[in-house]
C-alpha cells in the first residue's frame, strides 16, 4: 500500500503570495492533519479534519486555512504569505486521528 | 494544556554502545505517547507507541521505550546502535480530546560514530 503521498515536493514562493499544498491519505485512514516543521524544531500542530470536518486548530492566523475532499485527501492554504511561513509542511494521515502516520512533506521557501 | 521536553538536544554515541534518549512531558488528562524518527530532508516515521496495555513498548529494529506515569516520562533505549541510527528522534504526546493535536518536543539528535 502507498504510504501518505505530498505535492509538491518543494516550492519557492515570493512574499505576498498564495500557496495550495496537497496531500492524499493513506488508503481507508479518514482522517489527515496538518503540521508545520520550522528548522531546529519539533513539528507544529495546524489542522485536523475527520470524515471532512475540522476536528482540531492550531495556533495559527486566519491566514492557514484547509479542507478535506470526499476522496478524503486534503489542501493547505496559506495567504499572504511571510517570510516566517518559510518551513516544512508536514500532512499526516490517521484511520481513527490519534495514531498518526507521515508523509514526506512539502518544503516551502519564502523569499 | 499538554508540553513535551526533551532533556538533550544532542546524543552523541559510539556503534555498539547503548543509548537512551530522554522525553518527560506534562498533562492533567490520559495520554498517548509516540516516538518519531526523522532522517535528513524526510518525513516522520513512527517508531513507536503507547496508547494503553503494557508499559513496555518495542520496535521492529530494537527500540524500546517504557511509559512511567508517575514520573511522567517515556525515554527511548537501544542496547546497541548502529550507524544507521543517526537521525533525529522527536517524542510527542496526544489526547483523547484534543482533536487529534500532537504536541512535539524539541528533537534530540542521535549521532552514532564509528
Known amino acids: 500500500d502507498a504510504g501518505v503521498t505530498q505535492s509538491p515536493t518543494h516550492l519557492i514562493k515570493t512574499r505576498g503570495q498564495h500557496v495550495t499544498l496537497r496531500c492524499s491519505p493513506i488508503?481507508?485512514?479518514?482522517?489527515v492533519s496538518w503540521y508545520q516543521q520550522v528548522l531546529g524544531q519539533g513539528p507544529q500542530f495546524i489542522f485536523q479534519?475527520?470524515?471532512?470536518?475540522?476536528?482540531g486548530r492550531g495556533n495559527f492566523p486566519d491566514r492557514f486555512s484547509a479542507r478535506q475532499f470526499p476522496n478524503y485527501s486534503s489542501e493547505l492554504n496559506v495567504n499572504a504569505l511571510l517570510l516566517g511561513d518559510s518551513a516544512l509542511y508536514l500532512c499526516?494521515?490517521?484511520?481513527?486521528?490519534?495514531?498518526?502516520?507521515f508523509g514526506p512533506g512539502t518544503r516551502l521557501t519564502v523569499t | 494544556a499538554q508540553s513535551v521536553t526533551q532533556l538533550d538536544s544532542q546524543v552523541p554515541v559510539f556503534e555498539e554502545a547503548p543509548v537512551e534518549l530522554r522525553c518527560n512531558y506534562s498533562?492533567?488528562?490520559?495520554?498517548?505517547l509516540f516516538w518519531y524518527v526523522q532522517y535528513p530532508n524526510q518525513g516522520l516515521q513512527l517508531l513507536l507507541k503507547?496508547?494503553?496495555?503494557?508499559?513496555l513498548v518495542e520496535s521492529i529494529n530494537g527500540f524500546e521505550a517504557e511509559f512511567n506515569k508517575s514520573q511522567t516520562s517515556f525515554h527511548l533505549r537501544k542496547p546497541s546502535v548502529h550507524i544507521s541510527d543517526t537521525a533525529e528522534y522527536f517524542c510527542?504526546?496526544?489526547?483523547?480530546?484534543?482533536?487529534?493535536?500532537?504536541?512535539f518536543g524539541q528533537g534530540t539528535e542521535l549521532s552514532v560514530k564509528p
Open positions: 499526516a494521515s490517521s484511520l481513527t486521528g490519534t495514531e498518526q502516520y
Open positions: 479534519y475527520y470524515e471532512k470536518e475540522e476536528r
Open positions: 498533562s492533567s488528562v490520559s495520554v498517548y
Open positions: 510527542a504526546v496526544g489526547t483523547e480530546n484534543q482533536g487529534g493535536k500532537l504536541i
Open positions: 488508503s481507508g485512514h479518514k482522517s
Open positions: 503507547y496508547l494503553s496495555g503494557s508499559t
